[in-house]
């Protein structure tokens, strides 16, 4: 891709972070599959997770018709190190794996949901207007969808932090502060974000930051809650290829029956 | 004289009882029901719901794994399908057990102190992909033939949701062919796939439909199920049906089955079979089968880590 | 004397199912002082020239309908084949080539009244 204008990598790059975060993201809701806290949630929840499957589908759908690369292999067929989803989203549910002692965190799960989707829902609406058509017409479709995904965890978070159950809140404010510790990964726009602000792909992460800081706010505060948030990138920027362990082992799985064989028809 | 007239009161009312289901009428839930149906309606049914339950497990495990983004999506809407038929069934089965005040938490103490069972093929492990599809293939086909048999049922919230089960299951019958097809249309080791996943499964689906009689496990609940309108065929009638849907469509791909013995009696209509090993029923009750308690164990520490949430959101008692 | 509220009638919405296996349908409202009442008019009111088999009033205060804003997360994008019979109806013509026939929703359901033997 030496050829490569600016613009077309700056398009590139920012579809791979919506691809990639959708993917991941997705995963980890997957991942809860069966172990939700009722039965009526696993099967609400389900429904988020693949709805944020087929988003990242769409994404990857749409590199493939700009000749990036076929869309299953773009999911499957990447190393952590050209994946380009924040850090946050990778992060495991909690200890243990899947199928074996999953000692996952409910509290962590519906704040990384409610804090993604809202972030989500303010990325989609600047890319409503984005200057590169094809994806301002996705993000309108997508958009729909997310009033269910915001909604719901919207009410998961203020239940439990409404509850005035000592262990819920506090766990919900570990949560939080766990969450808020690398979740200016997910505005970060990577090197080339300054290229795509200029270019009218997408607003800057400053101001897609303070947008979700003023649609949070309120929800805080119904919860009684503080709203000085010290939003922060610990972990480094998944955007740039930095990424840890727990993506590593994620794609493993993600990818084992597609690289069994890559040519196959599955 | 009173106890007399208590029990003539009773048989009053069983016959009455009796003479609407044999009239094709629905039992709801707050109608006056024998012991002995509540009790075979609620052990059926929670079964069946918890089966669904425990029978979303080895699937999901296959959920992150699918190789392309379609497979992953259609596996997941048909995992989030098995965790809704379990929903629909155990409030079925809730409602029946209020004159006993037993919820959804006894339940699943039931299920975690082995009380309540789950269905022998989800006590087996699904090793490779070619077993995902196969579960959708004929674990569920099994399933469809066992619930659409049972779509008449005398009781009517149980038709009801049987209804909505199968209607669902028309996808998942499809979604598991479409699995299975790719592969058997695929290169040398996916074929292979599925031809060890036959033979890996044969004998429980075989054992799925329960034994022929009583004398193979000591007990069987077929007869009374069947005297209560609540299904038709017999478990022989079952696992009969489910030759004839499936063996032709598992040979027509180029696959065997793992029973030399197996063929169609022209003469007297029947399939002839080797019988499985019975006792492994017994087994797979005892939950002792090859991943009973790593089941359990998963279904026990999300129930266990998401005590707090149930607890913070209780209703208050005002 | 005892306080009674102003207004005699209560709001009930009023549901029904035609036959036993069917599922419940709503129909409209009407006004009642108790639920009793109101069960009693609601077939007179709605009903009176179909069959029913069940019918069902709840007061209107006990049914908590969606608002505007939630009515937004009903909307659904149109990719789910792949949870619908139409993803997978390419199976018919695979199968025909193995002289089968894909198992489609009239096929399963036929099973309902038990399956005749046969290779
Ligand atoms: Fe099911
Ligand atoms: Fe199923």
């Known amino acids: 891709m030496g050829n490569d204008s600016l613009k077309d990598i700056a398009i590139k790059e920012l579809l791979l972070h919506l691809a990639d975060d959708d993917f991941i993201h997705s995963y980890r809701g997957a991942e809860w599959l069966g172990l939700a806290p009722h039965i009526e949630e696993d099967v609400a929840s389900s429904s988020i997770a693949q709805d944020t499957m087929g988003h990242a589908a769409i994404y990857y759908k749409l590199l493939e018709e700009i000749g990036v690369g076929n869309a299953d292999q773009l999911a499957h067929d990447r190393p952590a190190k050209e994946r380009r989803n924040a850090i946050i989203l990778e992060v495991v549910n909690g200890p243990g794996y899947y199928m074996k002692d999953p000692e ?163 | 004289m009173n106890v007399l ?252 089955i793992p029973d030399e013995t197996l063929r169609f009696d022209k003469e007297s209509e029947t399939w002839i079979y080797q019988q499985p090993d019975w006792g492994k029923l017994k087994v797979y009750a005892r939950n002792e089968g090859p991943l009973s308690q790593e089941r359990l164990s998963l279904r026990r520490i999300s129930y266990e880590n998401n005590k707090w949430v149930r607890e913070a959101l209780a209703p208050k008692v005002i | 004397m005892e306080t009674r509220q102003k207004t005699y009638f209560e709001e009930f919405e009023v549901f029904s199912r035609k036959t036993q296996t069917s599922p419940v349908q709503y129909h409209f409202s009407l006004l009642a002082p108790n639920e009793d009442i109101a069960i009693m008019m609601a077939q007179e009111n709605f009903m009176r020239r179909e069959a029913v088999d069940d019918i069902w009033v709840v007061k209107r205060q006990n049914i908590r309908k969606m608002t505007a804003e939630e009515k937004k997360t009903l909307q659904r994008l149109d990719n789910k084949d792949y949870r619908t019979t139409k993803g997978y109806g390419y199976l018919k013509k695979k199968w025909r080539k193995y002289e089968q026939e894909m198992l489609d929703e009239k096929e399963i359901m036929s099973w309902a009244g038990g399956v005749k033997n046969g290779e």
Not at chain 1, 223 to 233: C, D, H, N, S, Y
């Open chain 1, 104 to 266: 996952y965190d409910w509290a962590f799960a519906v704040v990384r949901n409610y804090f993604y989707t809202q972030a989500k829902a303010i990325k989609l609406q600047s890319l409503h207007t984005s200057s590169y058509e094809p994806l301002a017409e996705v993000a309108q479709k997508v958009q729909m969808e997310l009033y269910y995904h915001l909604m719901h965890w919207k009410m998961w978070f203020v239940q439990l932090l409404g509850s005035g159950h000592e262990e819920a809140v506090s766990r919900m404010k570990a949560a939080i502060e766990k969450t808020l510790q690398d979740f200016a990964g997910v505005f970060s726009l990577g090197q080339y974000g300054e290229e795509m602000v200029e270019l009218g792909l997408i607003e800057g992460e400053a101001d897609l930051q303070k947008k979700w800081i003023e649609a949070v706010s309120p929800i805080f505060e119904s919860v009684g809650l503080a709203t000085t948030f010290e939003i922060r990138m610990a972990k480094g920027d998944g955007r740039n290829g930095k990424h840890t362990e727990d993506l590593e082992k994620a794609l493993e799985t993600l990818s084992e029956v597609y690289a069994s064989d890559k040519a196959a028809s599955w």
């Open chain 2, 5 to 256: 007239l208590n029990d003539m009161a009773e048989q009053e009312k069983l016959n009455q009882f009796i003479a609407r289901i044999e009239a094709g009428e629905k039992i709801e839930a707050d109608d006056w029901m024998p012991e002995d149906y509540r009790g075979t309606l609620i052990k059926l049914i929670s079964m069946h719901g918890i089966s669904e339950i425990m029978g979303a497990l080895p699937e999901k495990e296959w959920v992150p794994k699918a190789p392309t983004l379609n497979r992953k999506l259609g596996i997941m809407a048909k995992v989030q399908d098995e965790m809704g038929h379990g929903q629909l069934l155990l409030r079925v089965a809730e409602d029946l057990l209020k004159p006993y005040n037993k919820k959804r938490d006894d339940l699943m103490q039931d299920l975690f102190k082995g009380d309540l069972k789950f269905h022998n093929v989800f006590h087996m492990e699904a090793k490779t992909w070619g077993d995902a599809g196969l579960i959708g293939w004929l674990v569920d086909g099994a399933a469809i033939i066992s619930q659409t048999n049972m779509l008449g049922a005398s009781y009517g919230p149980y038709a009801r949701a049987l209804l909505r089960i199968c209607a669902e299951e028309v996808f998942h019958a499809q979604h598991g062919e479409a699995i299975i097809m790719a592969l058997a249309e695929g290169t040398e080791e996916q074929r292979k796939l599925v031809q060890d996943s036959i033979n890996y499964w044969w004998e429980s689906l075989l054992l799925f439909f329960g034994p022929p009689s009583k004398k193979e496990v000591g007990s069987s609940k077929q007869d009374v199920t069947i005297k209560y309108r609540i299904r038709t065929s017999t478990n022989e009638e079952l696992r009969q049906a489910f030759f004839s849907k499936y063996v032709k469509r598992i040979l027509s791909l180029g696959y065997t």
